[in-house]
């Protein structure tokens, strides 16, 4: 979720003609809205196991991309519909200066997250999706097997500040949380949407969100440092045990965005085994700033080079924030995944490299995560 932005969808051309084109390569996939969408649109799962004519994934447009697994977040929008429209920004021109959005209610929170896990269990209900348990579902659909999602929380709002529900999201299949998107919890300050900024913006983690850490750590539940802000990510780095990760985030030093990662949070995630989802979302991709789908795929790789360079290509995979940004027209949606690894061809990686960004390191670094 990169903000309350519309999403932009093009028709695409035809990838390379065939007999040219390499074997195309499965994603997975780091960060997704798809759910929300679903969500508010009311039609329950179907409109993804057909095809959707908005938005950027559904089960078609991620067959032909090579989608084959996506963390599905679960995000809670605020409550009124008042409240929502200050979280969106019509066009984020540069230099912006977003307050944080304001807190929303647990019960809240708890009955808009069971109706959103309920349209992921209608999506696996067909057979065509799975909810991923354990990196074997991971591994099934990197080899043709069913869409593997990975339920994932944008924001542990849902999440009682005792804790006492999290056992059950965990048996609903939840294995990755982001403490925070961009508003205040109980567990935690979010980063707000700011250009150009650092991140250095307001408190860290409260005693319940350092409980929330190592209970993650003990269930094995993927923790995600993205929308959190920087003393928040260092509190994480310094409590959690497991590889840090920042499932949609980029390089700071190519897009001061107050959300992507300065070199010294790059150095850490390396340092600790972690990765970096580069995403697409093309607020957070260029030098100066604004939300231009006319950017370059080719940026995409620029930071894909730089933090590859700093801190190691086994550290770098992509998020895309389907549906939930504005991804560059020159991808269009999931369709248009295999443009992401024919841009990597071209900046030189080889097709093993290539393989590893596409899926590799997040898979090592799930296995590491969830010890199953
Ligand atoms: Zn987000």
């Known amino acids: ?42 039609d329950g799962a179907a409109p993804f196991l057909a095809r959707r004519s908005e938005g950027h994934l559904d089960l078609e447009r991620a067959r032909e991309g090579g989608f084959a697994v996506g963390f599905f977040a679960v995000f809670v929008l605020p ?6 429209a200050a979280t969106r920004i019509p066009d984020r021109k540069p230099p912006y200066a977003q307050p944080l959005a304001g807190p929303v209610p647990t019960k809240y929170a708890l009955r808009e997250a069971g109706a959103i896990i309920d349209l992921l269990d209608e999506l696996a209900a067909s057979g065509d999706v799975c909810v991923a348990r354990s990196t ?52 935690a300050d979010g980063v707000a949407f700011r250009f150009p900024s650092s991140s250095d913006i ?5 005693d319940a969100g350092r409980h929330l850490v190592s209970e993650c750590n003990g269930f094995g539940i993927l923790l995600d440092l993205a929308h959190l802000n920087e003393r928040g990510f260092w509190e994480v780095a310094a409590l959690s045990e497991a590889p840090l990760v920042a499932s949609h985030s980029n390089a700071h030093a190519l897009s001061p ?60 995979g992509f998020g895309s924030d389907f549906d939930g940004a504005t991804v560059p027209t020159e ?17 030189g ?9 596409a899926h590799g390191n997040w898979l090592r670094v799930l296995k590491q995560t969830w010890n199953d």
Not at 79 to 84: A, C, I, Q, W
Not at 331 to 347: F, H, I, K, P
Not at 349 to 357: F, I, M, P, R, S
């Open 202 to 206: 307001g408190a860290g983690l409260t």
């Open 1 to 42: 979720m990169g903000g309350r932005g519309g999403t932009q969808v093009l028709a695409r051309e035809p990838l390379a003609s065939a007999g040219m084109a390499p074997e195309p390569v499965p994603f997975i996939d780091g960060h997704n809205d798809v759910l929300l969408a679903l969500h508010l649109a009311g």
């Open 349 to 357: 990686y080889a097709e093993g490299d290539v393989a590893k960004l």
């Open 331 to 347: 991808l269009g949606d999931a369709s248009g995944l295999q443009r992401v690894a024919e841009a990597l061809r071209n900046r």
């Open 257 to 316: 965005n107050s959300r992507n990662l300065t070199d010294a949070q790059l150095d850490e995630i390396g340092h600790s085994g972690g990765i970096v989802g580069i995403t697409y979302h093309a607020g957070m991709l260029t030098e100066v700033g604004g939300v231009d789908p006319d950017v370059p795929l080719a940026r995409v790789i620029d930071h894909v080079d730089y933090v590859a360079t700093r801190i190691g290509i086994d550290h770098v």
């Open 136 to 187: 074997a579902d991971v591994e099934s659909a990197l080899a043709g097997g069913p869409l593997a999602a990975i339920l994932h929380f944008e924001g542990a709002e849902p999440i009682e500040p005792g804790l006492e529900n999290l056992a059950g999201f965990y048996e609903r299949g939840l294995r990755s949380l982001g403490l925070v998107w961009s508003r205040p919890n109980a567990f």
């Open 79 to 84: 409550e009124t519909e008042e409240e929502r």
